[in-house]
């Protein structure tokens, strides 16, 4: 799908296909490893990835509201927020067949009712929750004159939604980069693992794999 959206959007800027990437240094080829052991890995290196992205969009928040008590743009601050919370819970709810772990295999107690917490409130990041779009209230606008009371009107207004600390986001961060740390040690276990049956590979085995870039041309 995203490569038909990038090939329209190339006609309509009228660009051509993307470079190919450059070779790594000392490397002549590239090939395709899928073994389940690669698999995991590459399944693991995902989730650090999408890990990755949740962390660096809460530290951006962080840095940000350090520098300013007043957000200059608070629809970016809650797209980064829901982001970095929905993408991080996403990352801890087990699924058949999945590398994913649950709150429980990843934490300790009191980590599992934080998660809980954190889980609880990304799911309030969405729809009309008062997270997002403030606590809004029916109000009837009024006139007095002496003891003559009138209506006015009737309309709503909403409370600005209340936003996380800078100590709050920066804990939130934290908590995140120790879940990263879990799965990045899952990821070099898996790594060491599939290197040591690479290793063992013959050179047949290895050029049968499936050709993933050109080569060198050394």
Do not use: N
Request: glycine share 8%; proline share 4%; net charge positive.
């Amino acid at each position: 799908m995203i490569e038909a959206i990038r090939a329209w959007v190339g006609r309509r800027l009228g660009r051509g296909p993307a470079p190919a990437r450059a070779m790594p240094p000392g490397v002549d080829e590239i090939r395709l490893l899928q073994t389940a052991g690669a698999r995991r890995m590459a399944e693991l290196a995902g989730i650090v990835a999408s890990l990755d992205q949740a962390i660096a969009a809460m530290r951006r928040l962080e840095s940000d509201r350090m520098q300013s008590r007043v957000s200059t743009d608070p629809v970016a601050d809650l797209a980064l927020l829901r982001f970095a919370m929905v993408q991080f819970v996403d990352c801890f709810v087990a699924r058949k067949g999945s590398v994913r772990l649950a709150p429980s295999k990843a934490f300790d107690a009191s980590g599992v009712k934080f998660f809980d917490h954190v889980a609880e409130f990304a799911g309030q990041l969405s729809g009309s929750h008062a997270r997002v779009v403030g606590q809004t209230e029916a109000v009837v606008l009024l006139r007095r004159a002496g003891d003559r009371v009138g209506v006015v009107g009737l309309t709503t207004r909403a409370r600005r939604p209340e936003r996380l600390t800078r100590p709050e986001l920066a804990s939130l961060a934290q908590f995140m980069e120790q879940g990263r740390a879990v799965y990045a040690g899952m990821l070099e276990a898996a790594r060491l693992k599939v290197l040591s049956e690479v290793e063992r590979m013959t050179p047949d085995k290895l050029l049968a794999l499936e050709l993933r870039e050109a080569t060198s041309g050394r």
